[in-house]
């Protein structure tokens, strides 16, 4: 490295450091001036313009890294979580057939690919490389933890459970393992976990992420053992520290909820007639709904069809309004994305989109995309994809709420830790979705989870049609061989056919959930007249 150079990358690293990104841009772009071809500098540079607001710019720079086609350790895993980050499935796919994996010696490195790739649905890749991972380190812990996650998802549950047990062995404070071994299965008086997890809390730091994980694995299995007060004491810490840990911005979501609404009329929604006209390469099929409302069933219900590729949970349609917007926003949507979202072209939202997505759909008419909160986007997802069906789920409010409660969702879903914050969401949520009914009447149909469960073959007839898709009598059953991976919260119950009696898990609880009980009270009327007050 000459000495220009030399002192341009170090005004850049210093720069950067001190939180000065048009400075550190500048100097990382120096470098790039003097030597096109560093990769470090492009990765910086990405990373710089994303702080500076610059999501355009910032992707660019990680795709001109990605054409130089880095080989070290250390570039190739910041190009690749810079990859995942802007939801580049491809271009993450083509980063790590480049990095020569299989010659890779670290366990820590193959194992984070791993955990990369299995976000973008590539769990057989994350297998091989994590079997490559165990024949580096047999005793690293995160590559044993994650090797019963890919196990989980496709339902290898016995395998899961073992390579969560070495996890453990290894390390006994690995609190993510605990948590996943909660969850798959029904834990009974004869085989559970719960003194083993009783007897680590001291070495768990207070307020801590790992806390967390391992107050919700104390809830599954004392819930599962009938322990309600001991498992509702597990459920109220784990939620009151990760509210903390992960605050929710009530005002941004009002703002956020008020802008749509104001936004979305039945004109703008309305797509051009040539939109209308052109065919697509496929039909996207979106499952939305509060989560825990029954998507994954329904997903995996319609990818019995043969003309039906299942995509999962994915953020391509978000990816594509931040593109257009030029925004990073966490989660599906935020206020400012909203504000944006009135100047952007929308044929080139649907067009990009399709680009970036046919390859999922493995040459079948319909593919299925499920992220829930794709509620929030579906004034534009009926703007720019004219030929896109719409399956809305629907639930017990506070079957589903509970749920929400219960359940840990990393960094997304910050409402569900507070109960009158999940309450206020999921008034929101029913609001816009009476509005979307409104401005766009016939495009989203409403799947009633308990009806499914109850009579599949009569709701998925009515399914079917309404995504033009002929009777197949596979698009009832989940009783299949081959299913493939579910990577979703209802991995486990995915497996073995569907479960008829759910029964209300919150009413060990009730007299806890005041709160919640008493936000939810007008839509959960709304929803079922026969549902207890």
Not at 315 to 339: C, I, P, W
Request: with cysteine.
């Amino acid at each position: 490295m000459t000495a220009t150079l030399a002192s341009l990358w170090q005004q850049g690293e210093t720069y950067a450091r001190q939180g000065q990104w048009a400075a550190a841009l500048k100097a990382y772009d120096g470098v790039l001036g003097h030597d096109p071809g560093h990769v470090m500098a492009m990765l910086r540079a990405s990373r710089v313009a994303l702080s500076l607001g610059r999501y355009r710019d910032s992707r660019e720079y990680a795709m001109r890294a990605l054409a130089s086609r880095p080989s070290g350790d250390e570039p190739v895993l910041t190009l690749a979580r810079a990859l995942r980050m802007f939801n580049e499935p491809l271009a993450l796919l083509e980063c790590v057939e480049h990095s020569r994996w299989r010659e890779r010696k670290s366990a820590q490195w193959l194992t984070e690919i791993a955990m990369l790739v299995s976000t973008i649905g590539e769990n057989t890749l994350a297998m091989e490389l994590l079997d490559l991972a165990v024949q580096r380190d047999p005793k690293h812990p995160p590559t044993r933890y994650f090797r019963g996650v890919v196990q989980m998802f496709f339902g290898e549950m016995d395998a899961s459970q073992q390579e969560l047990e070495l996890c453990i062995g290894q390390l006994p404070t690995y609190a993510q393992a605990h948590w996943v071994l909660s969850r798959l299965r029904k834990q009974t008086a004869e085989k559970n976990h719960v003194d083993r997890m009783q007897a680590l809390i001291p070495r768990i730091p207070v307020g801590s992420d790992s806390r967390v994980y391992l107050a919700f694995a104390m809830h599954n299995e004392l819930h599962d053992l009938g322990r309600y007060d001991e498992s509702w004491q597990a459920l109220d810490h784990a939620c009151r520290v990760k509210r903390q840990l992960t605050p929710h911005d009530r005002d941004d979501a009002r703002r956020m909820y008020e802008g749509l609404m104001k936004l979305c009329d039945a004109g703008f929604v309305t797509p051009d007639a040539q939109a209308q006209a052109t065919p697509p390469p496929y039909v996207p099929v979106f499952i939305v709904g509060m989560h825990r409302s029954g998507s994954t069933l329904l997903e995996q219900l319609l990818a019995g069809h043969p003309d039906v590729a299942d995509g999962g949970e994915t953020y391509s349609f978000t990816s594509q309004m931040r593109y257009f917007g030029d925004h990073r926003n966490k989660g599906v949507l935020d206020a400012e994305l909203v504000r944006r979202a009135a100047g952007i072209d929308y044929a080139q939202v649907g067009q990009r989109f399709y680009e970036h997505t046919a390859w999922r759909s493995q040459g079948r008419a319909v593919l299925t995309e499920k992220l829930p909160s794709n509620f929030l986007n579906l004034g534009f997802i009926a703007r720019a994809l004219p030929h896109a069906r719409i399956l809305h789920m629907v639930r017990d409010p506070l079957d589903t709420c509970f749920s929400n409660l219960r359940t840990m969702f990393s960094d997304v879903n910050t409402f569900s830790y507070d109960q009158r914050e999940l309450a206020q969401w999921y008034g929101q949520y029913h609001r816009l979705m009476a509005h979307w009914h409104e401005v766009m009447p016939g495009r989203v149909l409403d799947v009633h989870y308990d009806r499914l469960v109850a009579d599949p073959e009569g709701v998925m007839r009515g399914v079917l049609d309404f995504c033009g898709l002929p009777w197949n009598a596979a698009a009832t059953t989940l009783d299949r061989e081959g299913g493939g991976a579910v990577a979703t919260a209802s991995s486990p119950q995915m497996r073995g056919g569907i479960i008829k009696n759910r029964g209300a898990a919150w009413a060990p609880y009730e007299g806890k959930l005041a709160a919640l009980i008493e936000g939810l009270a007008p839509y959960r009327a709304a929803a079922s007249p026969d549902l207890p007050a």
